[in-house]
C-alpha cells in the first residue's frame, strides 16, 4: 500500500510478523484425571478455532511427554525434559500478529493458564536472518 504524505512517497506494509506461543505446563497425564484432559482438549481447539477464525493461525502441535529425550554434552543422553523441574514444554502454535502486543493478546486466553505455575512464551520468528 503507498500513502503519499507532503510530496514523498511513504510505503506502509501490511506484512504480519509470525511469533511462535510455547506452553510450558506439567504433563496433564500425571495431574488430571481423562475427563479434565478432554475438557482442556475441547477449550484449547475452541481458542485456537477463535485465533484460525481471524486467519492469524499458522500452525502448531503439541510435544508429548512420552518418548522424549535430551541429549547433553559428552554424548549423555536422559528420558525427557524432566530432572528437577515440575513443568516444561507441551505444545505450541505459530501466529500471525501486527506486534508482539498483539501475539501477547492471543496468548493471555490460552487454557494452557488455567493450571498453576504453567505459561505461554511469545517470542517472533525471525527467518533467514542468517543467525540461527
Partial sequence: MFNLSAGAQTIKSNKMDEFILIFRHEDGLKVASPE???????????????????NKLS???????????????????????????????GGYIIVKAESVDEAVEFAKGSPV????????????????????
Fill in 36 to 54: 479434565q484432559i478432554q475438557i482442556w482438549m475441547k477449550q484449547t481447539r475452541d481458542w485456537m478455532g477463535g485465533i484460525a477464525a481471524k
Fill in 113 to 132: 493458564l488455567q493450571g498453576e505455575g504453567n505459561s505461554v512464551e511469545v517470542r517472533k520468528i525471525v527467518r533467514g536472518d542468517g543467525m540461527h
Fill in 59 to 89: 500452525g502448531g502441535n503439541g510435544l508429548p511427554f512420552a518418548d522424549a529425550r535430551v541429549v547433553h554434552p559428552h554424548n549423555i543422553v536422559t528420558n525427557g525434559p524432566f530432572g528437577d523441574i515440575k513443568e516444561t514444554i
